[in-house]
C-alpha cells in the first residue's frame, strides 16, 4: 500500500474518462435534454393556449345559445301575437258580414213588406169598389168614386 | 483464502496488498511476493489490480452513458434510459448549485466523478473473498478489486483535481492574479507575504490531499471491517456483513457525491473574482 506508479496512471484514466465524457457523452444528453425541456415548455404554452380557446369557444357557444333562444322565443312571440290577430280579424270580418247580411235580409224583407203592401193597396181599391158597385148595383158616377177610394188606399 | 489455514494477520495482510508489478532490485520486472518486495520496488511500480479494476469500472460508465448519449431522445424516456438521466439530471444539479463559472468541462467532470467513484466503490459489495479466490485459483496471488481503497487511485484523482484548479485559477487571473491571490490573502500587507503565502499553499495543497485521502479513508475502512467480519465463523458472518453492506449502500453513494461535490466547489472558487 505505498504510493507508486499507479498515481499517474489513474491520473492518466482519469483525463481520459473525462474527455470521452466531455466529447462523447455529455453534449448529446444535455441537447436532447434541452430539447425535451423547450418540447414539454411549447406543449404546455400549447394546452394553455388550448384551453383559452376552448373557453373561447365555450363563451361564444352560449352566447349564440342565448342568441337563438331569445330568437326563437321572439319569433313564437311574434307568430302567437300575428294569430291572435288573425283570429280577431276573422272574427271581426264575419261579424262585419253577418251584420251585413242581417241588414240585407231586413231591407229585403221591407221592400217586399212594401210591395206586398202596394199590391195589395191595389187590389183593395179595385175589390171595394168592385164591392161598392155589387152593392150599390146603380151607376155610380165611376170616376167620382175611383177618386175617392183611392184616397182611402192611400190611407191604409 | 490464500495458502494453507493461514492465521488472522495473514489472511488481513493478504487481503490489504495490492498486486504490484514492478522493478524489483532482485528479481527484476515481476510481481511483487508480499508488501515487502512491493516496498523494495519504489515508486516505478504499478498496482494491476487497482488499475485494471478502476479502467473497468470506468469503461462500464462510459458504456453505460455512450448508450444513453446514443439511444437519448427528447421524446419519452423508457426503462434504463430514465435511471441513466437520473443520474445525469443529479450531477447536473451539482453543478447548478455549486458551480458558478462557465466551462464545458466541469459538467462531465462531475459526472464522470460521480459515476466512476460510485462503480469503483460498489465493488466492495461483492463477496471479499470471491475475487480473490477466482484469481488464486488463475494463479494470480494478490487481487484488491476495490480501487478506491487504495490511496495511488484516490489520491490521482485529487491530483488530477489539483492540476485542474491550478491550470483554471492560471487560465481565468492570470499568472500573476493567481500569485497575488495567493500572495495577498488572508491579511493584504505586504510584510505578511511570506505568511500568507505558506498559508495559501497549504490550503492549495491540502484540497487534493483531503480530497483523496477521504475516500481512501472510508474505503479502506470499510474494507478492513468487511475483512475482520469475515474471520468469524461462517454462519456468523451475515449476522455483521448483512448490516455492514447495507450501511454501505449510504457510504458508497455519500462519499461519491462529496467527492464530486468538493471537486466542482474547488474548481468553481478558479472562476470567481476576487
Same mark, same amino acid.
Given at each position: 500500500?505505498?504510493?507508486?506508479?499507479?498515481?499517474?496512471?489513474?491520473?492518466?484514466?482519469?483525463?481520459?474518462?473525462?474527455?470521452?465524457?466531455?466529447?462523447?457523452?455529455?453534449?448529446?444528453?444535455?441537447?436532447?435534454?434541452?430539447?425535451?425541456?423547450?418540447?414539454?415548455?411549447?406543449?404546455?404554452?400549447?394546452?394553455?393556449?388550448?384551453?383559452?380557446?376552448?373557453?373561447?369557444?365555450?363563451?361564444?357557444?352560449?352566447?349564440?345559445?342565448?342568441?337563438?333562444?331569445?330568437e326563437a322565443a321572439r319569433i313564437l312571440d311574434n307568430t302567437r301575437a300575428r294569430a291572435n290577430q288573425?283570429?280577431?280579424?276573422?272574427?271581426?270580418?264575419?261579424?262585419?258580414?253577418?251584420?251585413?247580411?242581417?241588414?240585407?235580409?231586413?231591407?229585403?224583407?221591407?221592400?217586399?213588406?212594401?210591395?206586398?203592401?202596394?199590391?195589395?193597396?191595389?187590389?183593395?181599391?179595385?175589390?171595394?169598389?168592385?164591392?161598392?158597385?155589387?152593392?150599390?148595383?146603380?151607376?155610380?158616377?165611376?170616376?167620382?168614386?175611383?177618386?175617392?177610394?183611392?184616397?182611402?188606399?192611400?190611407?191604409? | 483464502?490464500?495458502?494453507?489455514?493461514?492465521?488472522?494477520?495473514?489472511?488481513?495482510?493478504?487481503?490489504?496488498?495490492?498486486?504490484?508489478?514492478?522493478?524489483?532490485?532482485?528479481?527484476?520486472?515481476?510481481?511483487?511476493?508480499?508488501?515487502?518486495?512491493?516496498?523494495?520496488?519504489?515508486?516505478?511500480? $504499478?498496482?494491476?489490480?487497482?488499475? *485494471?479494476? &478502476?479502467?473497468?469500472? #470506468?469503461? /462500464?460508465? @462510459?458504456? =453505460? %452513458?455512450?448508450?444513453?448519449?446514443?439511444?437519448?431522445?427528447?421524446?419519452?424516456?423508457?426503462?434504463?434510459?430514465?435511471?441513466?438521466?437520473?443520474?445525469?439530471?443529479?450531477?447536473?444539479?451539482? $453543478?447548478?448549485?455549486?458551480?458558478? *463559472?462557465? &466551462?464545458?468541462?466541469? #459538467?462531465? /467532470?462531475? @459526472?464522470? =466523478? %460521480?459515476?466512476?467513484?460510485?462503480?469503483?466503490?460498489?465493488?466492495?459489495?461483492?463477496?471479499?473473498?470471491?475475487?480473490?479466490?477466482?484469481?488464486?485459483?488463475?494463479?494470480?496471488?494478490?487481487?484488491?478489486?476495490?480501487?478506491?481503497?487504495?490511496?495511488?487511485?484516490?489520491? #490521482?484523482?485529487?491530483?488530477?483535481?489539483?492540476?485542474?484548479?491550478?491550470?483554471?485559477?492560471?487560465?481565468?487571473?492570470?499568472?500573476?492574479?493567481?500569485?497575488?491571490?495567493?500572495?495577498f490573502r488572508p491579511f493584504n500587507h505586504w510584510a505578511l507575504i511570506p505568511f500568507n503565502l505558506i498559508?495559501?499553499?497549504?490550503?492549495?495543497?491540502?484540497?487534493?490531499?483531503?480530497?483523496?485521502?477521504?475516500?481512501?479513508?472510508?474505503?479502506?475502512?470499510?474494507?478492513?471491517?468487511?475483512?475482520?467480519?469475515?474471520?468469524?465463523?461462517?454462519?456468523?458472518?451475515?449476522?455483521?456483513?448483512?448490516?455492514?453492506?447495507?450501511?454501505?449502500?449510504?457510504?458508497?453513494?455519500?462519499?461519491?457525491?462529496?467527492?464530486?461535490?468538493?471537486?466542482?466547489?474547488y474548481l468553481s472558487a478558479c472562476f470567481e473574482e476576487h
Amino acid at each position: 500500500m505505498n504510493i507508486n506508479m499507479t498515481l499517474i496512471g489513474q491520473m492518466i484514466a482519469f483525463a481520459i474518462f473525462v474527455w470521452f465524457c466531455m466529447k462523447y457523452v455529455w453534449p448529446p444528453i444535455t441537447q436532447a435534454l434541452t430539447e425535451r425541456q423547450q418540447r414539454i415548455q411549447d406543449g404546455l404554452e400549447e394546452a394553455d393556449r388550448a384551453r383559452a380557446e376552448l373557453h373561447k369557444a365555450n363563451e361564444q357557444a352560449e352566447e349564440t345559445l342565448r342568441e337563438s333562444r331569445e330568437e326563437a322565443a321572439r319569433i313564437l312571440d311574434n307568430t302567437r301575437a300575428r294569430a291572435n290577430q288573425m283570429i280577431e280579424e276573422a272574427r271581426n270580418d264575419a261579424r262585419a258580414e253577418g251584420e251585413r247580411m242581417i241588414a240585407n235580409a231586413r231591407s229585403e224583407i221591407d221592400s217586399e213588406i212594401q210591395q206586398a203592401k202596394s199590391e195589395l193597396r191595389a187590389q183593395v181599391a179595385t175589390l171595394a169598389i168592385q164591392g161598392a158597385e155589387r152593392i150599390l148595383e146603380s151607376s155610380i158616377d165611376e170616376k167620382k168614386h175611383r177618386e175617392m177610394v183611392d184616397r182611402l188606399a192611400e190611407e191604409l | 483464502m490464500a495458502g494453507n489455514a493461514p492465521t488472522s494477520t495473514e489472511y488481513i495482510t493478504h487481503h490489504l496488498q495490492n498486486l504490484t508489478f514492478g522493478l524489483h532490485p532482485d528479481n527484476g520486472w515481476s510481481f511483487a511476493h508480499g508488501a515487502e518486495e512491493a516496498r523494495e520496488m519504489g515508486f516505478w511500480a $504499478i498496482n494491476v489490480d487497482t488499475m *485494471g479494476w &478502476s479502467i473497468a469500472t #470506468g469503461l /462500464l460508465f @462510459l458504456w =453505460l %452513458f455512450r448508450y444513453l448519449a446514443k439511444t437519448v431522445t427528447s421524446g419519452v424516456p423508457t426503462g434504463l434510459q430514465n435511471a441513466l438521466e437520473m443520474v445525469f439530471e443529479f450531477s447536473n444539479g451539482i $453543478i447548478r448549485t455549486s458551480f458558478s *463559472g462557465h &466551462s464545458k468541462m466541469v #459538467g462531465p /467532470l462531475a @459526472l464522470t =466523478l %460521480f459515476c466512476w467513484i460510485f462503480f469503483m466503490n460498489s465493488l466492495k459489495w461483492l463477496p471479499i473473498d470471491l475475487v480473490p479466490q477466482i484469481a488464486h485459483k488463475l494463479g494470480i496471488e494478490y487481487m484488491r478489486i476495490v480501487p478506491t481503497s487504495d490511496p495511488n487511485a484516490t489520491l #490521482g484523482m485529487g491530483f488530477a483535481i489539483f492540476l485542474l484548479v491550478i491550470y483554471y485559477s492560471i487560465r481565468n487571473k492570470g499568472f500573476s492574479g493567481f500569485a497575488k491571490e495567493l500572495s495577498f490573502r488572508p491579511f493584504n500587507h505586504w510584510a505578511l507575504i511570506p505568511f500568507n503565502l505558506i498559508l495559501e499553499l497549504v490550503v492549495l495543497i491540502v484540497k487534493p490531499i483531503s480530497l483523496g485521502l477521504r475516500l481512501f479513508g472510508n474505503m479502506f475502512a470499510g474494507e478492513v471491517i468487511f475483512i475482520m467480519i469475515s474471520l468469524l465463523p461462517f454462519w456468523a458472518i451475515w449476522v455483521l456483513d448483512v448490516p455492514w453492506a447495507i450501511f454501505h449502500i449510504l457510504v458508497i453513494t455519500l462519499q461519491a457525491f462529496i467527492f464530486a461535490v468538493l471537486s466542482v466547489v474547488y474548481l468553481s472558487a478558479c472562476f470567481e473574482e476576487h
